[in-house]
């Protein structure tokens, strides 16, 4: 899918070239220093729990444990000392239930709990990193799949799929975020 190195895209990127991308940013990331890796996992965080703005502004219960267990896997990207209970807050960040909301929001606030729960647990940076990396661009895709069906007002196939979605500009400038970390 891409060309000799250098990262620009060849075709457009789909859902079937995910597991791709996320072994090659891994790749990539793991021949470098950890602290470049950790940032990478920092900003993939910030931007996941971004996308799900509107969704936790209707519960601020289940933001505010989010955002507890978001500040403590940022101190744990640091090396700093890490508070000895980051196990039970990974567990409660990942018992959050979340009530009902738009499908492209509930999509977003379920990855960022995921990407979370494994930091907060003490998973690699490289385990880390492919979850939150795989979790990120199957839920973009899935968040801009389900945007065109209701434009549409109609289901479609996964072959449509394969061409509507690859040329949304959302889903362009995740893959190009994803390539840039």
């Known amino acids: 899918m891409h060309d000799g190195g250098n990262g620009s895209l060849r075709r457009m990127a789909t859902i079937d070239d995910v597991a791709e991308l996320v072994e090659q940013k891994v790749g990539e990331l793991a021949e470098r220093a950890p602290e470049d890796c950790w940032g990478a996992l920092a900003a993939l965080w910030g931007r996941t729990f971004a996308l799900g703005a509107s969704g936790w502004a209707t519960q601020p219960e289940p933001c505010k444990l989010v955002v507890e267990g978001l500040a403590a896997a940022l101190v744990r990207t640091t090396g700093l000392h890490v508070p000895s209970d980051l196990r039970a807050l990974g567990d409660a960040v990942d018992g959050v239930e979340l009530q009902e909301v738009d499908e492209a ?67 362009v400038r995740a893959v190009r975020f994803i390539e840039a970390l």
């Not at 977003?108 to 990396?133: K, P, Q, S, T, W």
């Not at 209701?150 to 479609?156: G, I, K, L, M, Q």
């Open 105 to 171: 929001q509930w999509g977003y606030m379920a990855a960022i709990i995921g990407m979370l729960v494994d930091a907060l647990r003490g998973e690699d940076r490289l385990v880390c990193l492919r979850n939150a990396l795989t979790m990120y661009l199957d839920d973009t895709w899935n968040s801009v799949a389900a945007t065109i069906i209701v434009r549409r007002a109609e289901s479609y196939t996964h072959e449509e799929d394969l061409v509507l979605v690859p040329r949304d500009d959302r889903w």
